[in-house]
C-alpha cells in the first residue's frame, strides 16, 4: 500500500482490522451477537475519528459505541460474557491508531490485531491450560521471570566497570535472561508437549536464540534429570549444530561472497551434526525398547542457577580481556579469545575485514573456523560446570566430530 496516500492506507489498515475480528466473532457467535458488518463500521468510525483529529468526535463517537453495545448487551435473551463488548472498543482504538505514523501507529496496530485474534481463536485452549494445567506455583514462577526482565534489567547501570571494563551489569543480566528464558521454554514445551518433543523444540529455539545460553540451560537441566542423559546430550548437539545455519544468514547480509565460500564448511558441520542427533536419538531409553524414565518436571525458574552461569560469563569475560591485553594484535590468539564468547561478533568483525580488504577470504574463513573452536570449548567448559563430566565429555565429542568434519572441507577449499 505503499503507493496511496497515507489517508487511504490508514483507512485500507482499519478495514482490514475490522475484517479480520469481525470474521473471527461472527464465525464464533453467528448472528446472536455484533458480527462483520458491525466490526467494520466500528472500524470505520475508529480511523474517521483519528483522521478528522477533533477530541470532541472521538468522544462522541467512543460514547456512542458504549451506549450501543450495552442496550445491546441488556436486550440479549441469551446472555455470555462480556468478551465481544470489549472486542469493539478494542476494535474502535486499533483502527484509530492506524492513523498515528508518528507512533508506528499502523504496523503495530495490525501486529496487536493479529494477537488478538489469536487469543479469541484460541479461547477454548487458553482456559484449558489456565484452569487444568498451569498451577500456582508455575504462576509465581512466570511472575519471576517478567520482573527480571521488564522490572530488574531495565535498572541496570549501561556502562562497563572493573579491570579492562569487564563487568557490564546488563550484558551478565542479559546472559542470565537468555539462561532463564530457554530453561522457561523448555520446561513448558516439555509439559506440553511430552518430554522429547519438547526437548526438541527449545534445543531448536535455543539454537537461534544463542549456543551458549542453551548448552548453560539444559546442562542444568540435565543435573536435576540425570536419568535422561541421552535425551539432554542430543538436544544439546542439535541446539549446537543450528548455529552453524545461523552464522551463515549472518554473513550473507554482510559479505555474500564470503558466506558462499564458507557454505560447504558450514553445511556439512550441521549435517554432521544432526546425523549424530538422530543417532543419539535411537540410543533415547523410549526408542529402544526401554521404559523410558518418568520425568520429574522441576521449578520452570530457578533464579541461583542461572545467577552463577552469569557469574561465570563474567569471569571469562574477564580472563579473555586480560590475555587480549596481553597477546595485543597476534591475529589467530585474538580471534581465539573473541571467538570464545561470540562468533556472532568475531564472524561479523572478519568479514568486515575482508570487504575492507585487510583480511585475505582464506584468512578469514580459518578465523571463522578457530573462532568456532574456541566457541565449543568455552560451552565444554559451560557443559561441566552445569552437568558435570559426563554430560560435558559426551558433548565435546559433537563438537569435535563437527570440527574435525570442518577443518577436512576447509582444507580441501584452500
Not at 43 to 52: K, Q, R
Not at 401 to 411: E, I, K, Q
Request: with cysteine; net charge positive; charged share 15%.
Amino acid at each position: 500500500m505503499s503507493g496511496l496516500p497515507p489517508t487511504w492506507t490508514a483507512v485500507a489498515e482499519a478495514l482490514l482490522i475490522g475484517l479480520l475480528i469481525g470474521v473471527q466473532r461472527e464465525t464464533v457467535q453467528g448472528d446472536r451477537r455484533p458480527g462483520l458488518r458491525d466490526f467494520l463500521v466500528i472500524a470505520l468510525a475508529g480511523a474517521l475519528c483519528g483522521l478528522l483529529q477533533q477530541p470532541a468526535l472521538t468522544v462522541a463517537a467512543l460514547a456512542a459505541i458504549v451506549v450501543f453495545t450495552t442496550i445491546y448487551y441488556l436486550r440479549a435473551t441469551e446472555r455470555g460474557g462480556i468478551t465481544t463488548e470489549f472486542v469493539v472498543l478494542a476494535t474502535f482504538l486499533l483502527c484509530y491508531l492506524t492513523t498515528a505514523p508518528d507512533l508506528n501507529g499502523p504496523p503495530l496496530a495490525i501486529a496487536l490485531t493479529i494477537g488478538l485474534v489469536f487469543a479469541l481463536e484460541t479461547k477454548s485452549q487458553l482456559h484449558r491450560f489456565v484452569r487444568e494445567s498451569l498451577t500456582q506455583f508455575e504462576f509465581r514462577d512466570t511472575l519471576r521471570f517478567l520482573a527480571i526482565i521488564f522490572i530488574i534489567y531495565p535498572l541496570l547501570p549501561e556502562g562497563a566497570y572493573g579491570p579492562y571494563e569487564f563487568f557490564s551489569p546488563r550484558r551478565v543480566w542479559l546472559f542470565v535472561i537468555l539462561v532463564s528464558s530457554i530453561s522457561y521454554l523448555g520446561y513448558f514445551s516439555q509439559k506440553l508437549l511430552g518430554p522429547d518433543r519438547g526437548l526438541v523444540l527449545t534445543a531448536i529455539f535455543g539454537g537461534l536464540a544463542s549456543t551458549t545460553a542453551a548448552t548453560a540451560a539444559l546442562a542444568r537441566n540435565y543435573r536435576e534429570d540425570p536419568e535422561r542423559l541421552t535425551v539432554y546430550w542430543q538436544a544439546a548437539a542439535l541446539a549446537n549444530a543450528i548455529q552453524f545455519p545461523r552464522i551463515w544468514a549472518i554473513l550473507l547480509v554482510v559479505n555474500a561472497g564470503l558466506a558462499a565460500r564458507l557454505l560447504p564448511v558450514l553445511a556439512v558441520m550441521t549435517a554432521i551434526g544432526i546425523i549424530k542427533v538422530l543417532l543419539l536419538a535411537r540410543l533415547a531409553p523410549a526408542e529402544a525398547g526401554q521404559p523410558a524414565p518418568k520425568v520429574h518436571l522441576g521449578n520452570p525458574f530457578r533464579l541461583a542457577p542461572a545467577l552463577r552461569f552469569g557469574a561465570l560469563f563474567a569471569v571469562i569475560q574477564l580472563g579473555s580481556r586480560w590475555a587480549y591485553s596481553i597477546v595485543g594484535s597476534a591475529s589467530a590468539f585474538t580471534t581465539v579469545v573473541a571467538g570464545a564468547l561470540d562468533v556472532d561478533a568475531i564472524a561479523l568483525s572478519l568479514a568486515e575485514f575482508n570487504i575492507e580488504g585487510r583480511l585475505s577470504p582464506d584468512d578469514a574463513l580459518v578465523g571463522i573456523l578457530l573462532a568456532l573452536t574456541a566457541n565449543a570449548a568455552v560451552k565444554t567448559g559451560i557443559a561441566w560446570f552445569g552437568g558435570g563430566p559426563s554430560f560435558a565429555l559426551r558433548l565435546a565429542s559433537s563438537f569435535l566430530l563437527m570440527l574435525l568434519t570442518g577443518a577436512g572441507v576447509l582444507s580441501f577449499l584452500l
